[in-house]
């Protein structure tokens, strides 16, 4: 680290300058038995609970409705009948209420741990027992930001309880842990602040000290000169039509709620094992249809891609291993149904396959039971290779960016440090999306993207200049990607994508296609 520079992954492509407020988590306390009697020790918990449940509402009241939406859900969580069963079984051990519910927080978070959508769910958790052990012991703990700004708020890491209380006056964050694909990450995205996560050295900026962050150059320097930088500069003026049709990533009924708020035409992925990962019997074909009749109509218009289970190390699915081809005939059935149904046609595609002899048995078997648009995930090396062999097999191919890259570099996704290596502006990750679009284009298949690729609204330009024809991606990302991609022509986003081809880093080809971005 040379001095007064840290550098992170970029998150965004603006910069701003702002004095640190540093939010340091309190440590839970030391394990400690109890000499109150179980009943006693259960009304405290009972009424701290209640204390941080009220906590919460109280604030939902003065921010804004999204984050009012998440402060909410926190609510519903810590008022869970299941995390007070467990630490009330903690208390009949002789535990204290503060030893009691951090256990009971610590064995949930065990069973969620590794699977990339629950993490911010682990840090909620994290959260809101540090917020009943404050209440229980008299020292409350909230987030306190001063009002005025302008804030950089560095950190560990940001609770999506955080981050929705920020106010205008957060212009900027840093964090040590996180990668692109973070919470922290997706919130600052959206909130249109530059962000840089994964800085090894970020705790050891103090609090209160000027420093520029810039998210395209993955920097900051220390400066104590207020430097204004032109916010206008990130907001693009929308020109024309968009490029290409901007779809939502969707994993259950409250995210195709969520989506149909926003401007996305139709959903470009929707992730079934999410709804069933807890289980370990498989899901019966009319219990799969009536779910999927819920999410399909309470999607936003448009296309629809169900994608069957995705069963990995991070989200394994017990029951698919029992017997694999019973599961997805049933699957394929109940979308079938659902479609029948709600009277919308879908599609369906398969994650993870890698040959093509994969590719012609699921495609067989989705077209007949019904459904006449197919396609596969591109997310194995091996299959990116092999785009060519599927003329005339599928109707469409959907680069997993976050999966193909893990498999390009052999890159951990959850793992922090292997962060650089999954950013998708890795040069090699570019190229290989280009080669795969332009063989598809002349097997005449539909090439989209629905890794977190797509949610960085640059990328997605440089996305749309590479050929690629539909974009998906969480519903928090939809606007800006929207945004973006109507404020330039497709001979511009062509000349951002061949400038982004030519950095031989990430740094290099976020830069060139900033530079190469019509004024
Ligand atoms: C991907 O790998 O890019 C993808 C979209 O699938 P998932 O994130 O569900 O593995
Ligand atoms: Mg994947």
Same mark, same amino acid.
């Not at 800085?199 to 209160?208: C, F, S, W, Y």
């Given at each position: 680290m040379e001095l007064g520079i840290f550098e992170g992954i970029g998150v965004g492509n603006n910069s701003a300058w702002g004095k640190t407020v540093v939010i340091a988590r309190p440590k839970f306390p030391a394990s400690t038995k109890s000499a109150l009697d179980p009943a006693e020790e259960t009304k405290r918990l009972r009424e701290a609970i209640a204390v941080v449940s009220l906590q919460l509402e109280a604030t939902a009241y003065s921010v804004d409705d999204q984050s009012a939406e998440i402060l909410r859900a926190l609510q519903l969580m810590v008022q869970d009948s299941a995390l007070l069963a467990e630490a009330e079984r903690e208390i009949l051990s002789g535990w204290t209420s503060e030893t009691s519910i951090q256990k009971a927080m610590e064995i949930f978070t065990e069973s969620l741990s590794g699977i990339p959508t629950f993490e911010d769910r682990i840090s909620d958790l994290e959260d809101l027992a540090l917020r009943v052990v404050g209440v229980l012991s008299n020292t409350p703990w909230t987030l306190e930001l001063p009002a005025v700004g302008p804030i950089v708020v560095v950190a560990e890491d940001l609770s999506p309880s955080e981050t929705a209380? !920020? %106010?205008?006056? /957060?212009v900027a964050v840093i964090t040590s842990g996180g990668g692109p694909t973070s919470h922290t990450a997706i919130i600052c995205r959206q909130k249109n602040i530059p962000a840089l996560v994964a /800085? #090894?050295?970020?705790?050891? *900026?103090?609090?209160?000290v000027g420093i520029i962050v810039d998210a395209a150059y993955g920097m900051a320097t220390l400066s104590d000169v207020s430097v204004e930088f032109?916010? #206008?500069? %990130?907001i693009r003026i929308p020109k024309?039509?968009?490029?290409v049709p901007v779809r939502g990533n969707i994993g259950n009924v409250q995210d195709a709620k969520a989506l149909a708020k %926003?401007?996305?035409?139709? /959903?470009? &992925?929707?992730? %079934?094992e999410f709804m069933f990962l807890s289980r370990n019997t498989a899901p019966t074909i009319s219990e799969q249809t009536e779910l999927y009749v819920e999410i399909l109509e309470a999607a936003p218009l448009g296309e629809f891609i169900f994608r069957t289970f995705d069963s990995a190390?991070? #989200?394994?699915? /017990? !029951? &698919?291993? *029992?017997?694999p081809s019973e599961v997805l005939e049933n699957q394929l059935q109940a979308i079938s149904n659902s479609q029948k149904t709600v009277g919308r046609n879908v599609s369906v595609m398969a994650p993870m396959l890698s040959s093509l002899s994969e590719v012609r048995d699921f495609e067989k078997q989705a077209r007949a039971s019904g459904i006449t648009n197919v396609g596969v995930m591109v997310e194995t090396v091996a299959l990116a290779g092999a785009i060519s062999e599927l003329e005339g097999v599928v109707d469409f191919v959907s680069i997993g960016t976050n999966d193909l890259s893990r498999d390009l570099f052999?890159?951990?996704?959850?793992n922090p440090n292997l962060a650089s290596l999954t950013d998708p502006w890795q040069p090699d990750l570019l190229q290989m999306i280009q080669r795969i679009v332009s063989q598809a284009t002349l097997a005449g298949i539909a090439a989209g993207v629905c890794g977190e690729?797509?949610?960085d609204p640059l990328l997605a330009i440089v996305l749309a200049g590479l050929g690629v024809q539909s974009l998906s991606m969480a519903a928090p990302a939809v606007g800006q990607a929207i945004e973006y991609l109507s404020s330039v022509t497709m001979d511009e986003a062509k000349a951002v994508a061949s400038s982004a081809l030519q950095g031989k880093n990430v740094l290099e080809a976020k830069q060139l296609a900033l530079a190469a971005l019509p004024n």
């Open positions: 209380l !920020f %106010t205008d006056a /957060v /800085v #090894k050295d970020a705790l050891q *900026i103090g609090n209160g032109d916010a #206008k500069q %990130t024309g039509s968009l490029l %926003t401007q996305a035409s139709g /959903v470009g &992925l929707m992730r %079934t190390s991070d #989200k394994p699915l /017990v !029951f &698919l291993e *029992i017997n052999q890159a951990d996704r959850a690729a797509a949610a």
